[in-house]
């Protein structure tokens, strides 16, 4: 009955931007951190942001100061502003929820393409 669905992903020039969304249903999204992650052909997952409950954000190098992670508790909602999108930004994006408390709270979306290219 959990249920993360991602959308927003598409195909944007090198600086363009490009804002993903995560819809949550089935989980009391506030008890949650919130992340999004990617993964590119060839490589690794990697995580990109994530936003605690409280409203605290961490960032991979890579995206800091370009992306932004943000959250809707009220409407289960969580955001990534994605702007100045560079070649090595393409990938699937997910969305993820992780209970700090129970590991075995994790859940996944489906995940959403992201192409960067000219």
């Known amino acids: 009955q959990v249920q993360l669905v991602e959308s927003g992903g598409g195909l944007v020039q090198p600086g363009g931007s490009l804002r993903l969304s995560c819809a949550a249903s089935?989980?009391?999204?506030?008890?949650?951190?919130m992340g999004w992650y990617r993964q590119a052909p060839g490589k690794q997952r990697e995580l990109v942001a994530y936003?605690?409950?409280?409203?605290?954000?961490n960032y991979v190098d890579s995206v800091k100061g370009r992306f932004t992670i943000s959250r809707d508790n009220d409407q289960k909602m969580v955001y990534l502003q994605m702007n100045s999108l560079e070649p090595t930004d393409p990938a699937i994006y997910y969305c993820?929820?992780?209970?700090?408390?129970?590991?075995?709270?994790?859940?996944w979306g489906q995940g959403t393409q992201v192409t960067v290219s000219s």
């Open positions: 993820n929820a992780r209970s700090p408390q129970r590991d075995i709270l994790n859940f």
């Open positions: 089935g989980i009391a999204m506030n008890l949650y951190v």
């Open positions: 936003i605690t409950n409280g409203g605290s954000t």
